[in-house]
């Protein structure tokens, strides 16, 4: 017979709302306690950006339970696609995102039609390898994208509303609660995916795969539906990176990338859906410290990760929320 | 009227014959049990019927269609519905989750981004539905890899019963379970042949589940087909005896 053990029940959906508002209260307070920690706005819109690019992973990795080594290639891709729009479209912001998604977003849909039969792994191979592709198309066609040192010479764009301008493009503080703005569509999005029939269904293909099958889940297909989206989320986040910049180089392609975003899900906790987002906080806020003191920061947060997923498996948010938590 | 026909089927893994021109039919309704020794090739058998694999020669009719070459989810779709030897369930989701899945998929809903609200009402009384059935109510909102091994067994089942299966293909139910779980899953077995007129396949070791539930008993040993008949002709038949049964006990 079973027993009931306190361990054994869910934590009460009031935890993960209490999660998501106290996530809400600090992203939108930022600019009030950040400079007295002594941090600089930028560094929360590069948490933000790399933020969204995490749970954007995570949605393959902790939700539907597939791993990619590459979605540095996606982000990559976002961020030229953002960047040439600016450089050579027109001066648009909103064109600009737009652009970057459907840049990254449609090589992740064609090329996951391509993986979707292939599993752990060498599913995770074949990411690799096309990230490094991407990664040497950027870096050797000169002409385009500038080849190794970056595609620069533009810069992101008043936001104009109609009625109001914003400019985004010389105040911090604006531009950092446009990026946030951005964040809780983006965030939001991927809420309600993951609570809807189809979001449930990647549970169960991450959970047991045959199961799935035998309730009359196409796996295929919704694995590559999960992938394309997931990427899609990952180019608006590149796309983001490259207005934060004003600048795209080849480096947001390479798969050192692909490895960091991981690191942050993981490190975060990748069964809580503000895991990856307190993973990228973690890592950036190291990178940003320790290599003001040491060139050498990787192996610094490199010890920080294998600490993490020794003591916390479930990550530092998975730890904070209990087991189950999501 | 035949549910499922089976005609001839052979399966062979490289030189291996592991089953070999087996041929059975059911009834609509009916609760067959195939029993056998280990290896016999009972597992590879159901594989076939359920869509796991196709067999090398032979063909599958179930519901009047060949399906001996259809992929698994056109099976389920057409209403067969399978549990495994060894349990597969959703472990880190909730009975009512692990549910859910299976209620949503089966009313075509799964790849909708949201819900409408009569939709939802649907899928609601569904789970409660299957919830009830399987006799879950108190722990509906744990999570299933903690339950007990029967508990697991019954979501299991409860699961594949959202499908509304008109057949319904269970390995070895009570593998692994003592007293007290068989007793509990061979019952929700009887209740769901006996209430609800579920036509059931199934694959078990425990001889009392067997002879209690089964209309009709199919032997095999070594791949192929050794007997068939109702319990009371399988346990008098002498071939039987001496190759399972005898051995047995």
């Known amino acids: 017979m079973s027993v009931t053990t306190a361990d054994a029940v869910r934590p009460l959906p009031g935890r993960r709302w209490l999660t998501a508002a106290i996530v809400w209260a600090l992203l939108l307070s930022v600019p009030a306690w950040l400079p007295m920690l002594g941090g600089y706005t930028a560094l929360a819109a590069r948490v933000l950006v790399l933020g969204l690019a995490a749970m954007s992973f995570n949605l393959l990795l902790g939700f539907t339970g597939v791993m990619s080594f590459g979605h540095a290639a996606y982000f990559g891709l976002g961020a030229y696609g953002a960047g040439l729009t600016l450089k050579y479209l027109a001066a648009s912001t909103p064109l600009a995102m737009l652009m970057g998604v459907l840049l990254g977003g449609v090589a992740g849909t064609l090329f996951g039609l391509l993986i979707v039969r292939r599993r752990g792994v060498y599913f995770a191979m074949v990411t690799v390898a096309f990230g490094q592709i991407a990664f040497y198309i950027a870096y050797s066609w000169n002409d385009l994208t500038g080849g190794y040192d970056g595609l620069r010479g533009f810069t992101r764009a008043p936001l104009d509303l109609g009625f109001a301008t914003i400019d985004i493009a010389n105040n911090d503080i604006a531009f950092y609660y446009f990026l946030l703005a951005v964040f809780a569509v983006a965030t939001g999005l991927q809420g309600l995916l993951l609570a809807s029939p189809f979001g449930r269904t990647l549970l169960a293909i991450r959970e047991n795969e045959r199961r799935a099958r035998f309730l009359g889940i196409p796996i295929e297909r919704h694995i590559w539906m999960s992938f394309s989206i997931s990427c899609a989320f990952t180019a608006l986040a590149g796309a983001l990176y490259a207005l934060l910049n004003n600048f795209a180089d080849p480096m947001g392609l390479h798969y050192t990338l692909s490895g960091e975003i991981v690191i942050m899900a993981v490190m975060g906790g990748m069964r809580a859906f503000w895991g990856p987002l307190v993973g990228a906080t973690l890592f950036v806020v190291a990178q940003d410290y320790i290599s003001s003191i040491t060139v050498n920061w990787m192996s610094f947060v490199g010890l920080i990760f294998v600490l993490v997923v020794l003591f916390f498996p479930r990550g530092l948010l998975g730890m904070l929320q209990g087991r189950g938590g999501r | ?249």
């Open chain 2, 1 to 249: 009227m035949t549910m499922l026909d089976v005609r001839n089927v052979s399966k062979h893994f490289g030189r291996l014959a592991a089953v070999s021109e087996i041929s059975m039919q059911v009834a609509p309704g009916e609760l067959r049990a195939i029993i056998g020794p280990n290896g016999a090739g009972k597992t590879t058998f159901f594989n076939m019927i359920s869509g796991f694999f196709a067999p090398t020669t032979g063909d599958i009719v179930f519901d009047g269609v060949t399906v001996t070459k259809l992929p698994v989810a056109a099976r389920v779709a057409m209403g067969m519905a399978r549990t495994f030897q060894i349990t597969e369930i959703f472990p880190e989701l909730t009975v009512r989750e692990n549910i859910r899945i299976g209620v949503e998929s089966s009313l075509g809903l799964r790849q909708r981004f949201w819900l409408r609200a009569r939709d939802l009402a649907v899928v609601r009384r569904g789970i409660d539905e299957a919830v009830t059935q399987a006799g879950l109510t108190s722990k509906a909102d744990r999570l299933v890899g903690e339950l007990s091994h029967g508990d697991q067994r019954a979501a299991e089942i409860a699961t594949a019963l959202t499908l509304k299966p008109r057949l319904l293909l269970l390995d070895e139910p009570t593998a692994g379970m003592g007293e007290h779980e068989t007793y509990a899953v061979a019952n929700l077995i009887r209740r769901l042949h006996k209430n609800s007129a579920y036509t059931i396949v199934l694959i078990e070791h425990d001889m009392r589940v067997v002879f209690n539930l089964a209309d009709k008993i199919t032997v095999l040993a070594e791949g192929r087909m050794l007997a068939e008949g109702t319990p009371a002709e399988i346990a008098e038949n002498p071939a039987v005896q001496e190759a399972y049964l005898g051995k047995a006990e």
